[in-house]
């Protein structure tokens, strides 16, 4: 039995209109909304009151009266919705100039104690100047203009102020290496403890890992390597502390190793250690002519990074994947069993690209952070080690 009195609307339903609409209701690829206005015009054409036809239909009544005089005026085609007759208001140039006017600002001119903006506070500026618009309407405009809210990334600078001499330098030097010239670029990991490491693993639904905060070292190691560039071939050695001494042991470890090369180009940061004078007047012996003759060793050439250069130094990126690759997660026993990975690891990777010549990158071996190449744009220093 129906509530509430018949409509006063009065629609007039032609067959074709009806068989239209009917379709509506049994098709499953049609407009939900297109399909419920629909049904409200087959419903007031069979004389439903408003109130019953709002509780079906499920929406208010002024919209019923809405489509029923769209429908009188325009038949069916006035059912679909029509094109935003106005500019939008996220494309409106006057509200973008007073957003972006607002945006450009710190919170802190308009009285708001906050170091960043908040759509909240954007929305109450903008009607403090007699812009009422919503959220959403803020959003499109962020989106629009292409901003997005970002995380600060810290990044790695050099203010050497010789910075770019030098980067000229390192390239000019890559860009005309010959074949019996290596250049090699060395750095220090460590020292570390030998201790149980965290990090992100697959484990079962109910099982939680857990790190002790306070643990006993089993001991600590410092690892020295040289990473030749051209044929990306790493040599490592164990170091009891960082200093001038450890170099020294190095470049004979080189000498030996590229004895039948015509020169080694030696490349690090600007670490103390790295530019004493013990250093540079072995260098100096090295390169002396009495020594290559009765020795017949390369010349040995000194090509400092620039100050606070770090991310520029590449064989970061391979202790960064070494790192990834047996450091974190582990829980070595013992000095002696960590430093068998870390050989195991080295002399994998070196085999490796022995039998595959071609620069490192992701695919292999740990992850490094970027390719073991030269370029200014890498930050090859993981800022967790």
Same mark, same amino acid.
């Given at each position: ?66 489509? @029923? ?28 100039? @007073? ?117 006993? @070292? ?90 606070? @250069? ?76």
């Amino acid at each position: 039995m129906r509530r509430g009195y018949e409509s006063s609307l009065r629609i007039n339903l032609s067959n074709e209109d009806r068989s239209v609409l009917v379709s509506w209701q049994r098709s499953t690829k049609i407009q939900v909304g297109l399909a419920r206005r629909g049904h409200i015009i087959l419903l007031l054409a069979s004389g439903e009151a408003i109130t019953d036809i709002s509780q079906i239909v499920g929406i208010a009544r002024q919209h019923i009266y809405k489509w @029923a005089s769209r429908f009188n005026s325009y038949g069916v085609e006035g059912l679909y919705r029509a094109p935003y007759p106005g500019i939008r208001k996220y494309k409106n140039r006057e509200i973008k100039s @007073a957003f972006f006017s607002i945006l450009h600002s710190p919170p802190s001119e308009y009285d708001i104690n906050r170091t960043s903006w908040k759509l909240d506070d954007l929305k109450k500026c903008l009607s403090e100047k007699g812009i009422f618009v919503s959220k959403h309407v803020i959003r499109a405009i962020i989106k629009s203009a292409g901003y997005r809210w970002r995380k600060a990334k810290v990044v790695l600078t050099s203010n050497d102020p010789e910075y770019k001499e030098k980067l000229s330098q390192i390239k000019s030097i890559l860009s005309n290496m010959k074949d019996d010239e290596f250049f090699f670029s060395v750095d220090e990991f460590g020292p570390f403890a030998i201790k149980m490491r965290g990090g992100k693993r697959i484990v079962a639904p109910d099982e939680y890992p857990y790190i002790p905060q306070i643990q006993k @070292a089993k001991g600590t190691l410092i690892i020295t390597a040289a990473l030749e560039l051209s044929q990306n071939q790493t040599a490592h050695f164990y170091s009891k502390d960082r200093n001038s001494t450890e170099m020294l042991r190095l470049l004979e470890i080189l000498l030996k190793k590229y004895k039948d090369a015509k020169a080694l180009y030696i490349s690090w940061d600007s670490a103390s250690w790295h530019d004493s004078r013990q250093l540079h007047k072995k260098v100096e012996e090295l390169n002396s002519s009495d020594y290559k003759k009765r020795n017949g060793t390369p010349t040995i050439r000194l090509v400092p990074l620039p100050i606070s @250069a770090q991310f520029l130094n590449v064989i970061e990126s391979v202790f960064s994947g070494m790192a990834k690759a047996i450091i974190h997660n582990s829980n070595y026993q013992s000095v002696e069993e960590a430093i068998a990975a870390i050989n195991r690891y080295f002399k994998e990777r070196n085999e490796y690209f022995r039998l595959h010549p071609k620069k490192a990158g992701n695919k292999i071996w740990g992850n490094e952070r970027v390719p073991s190449e030269f370029s200014e744009s890498h930050n090859c220093k993981d800022p967790r080690w």
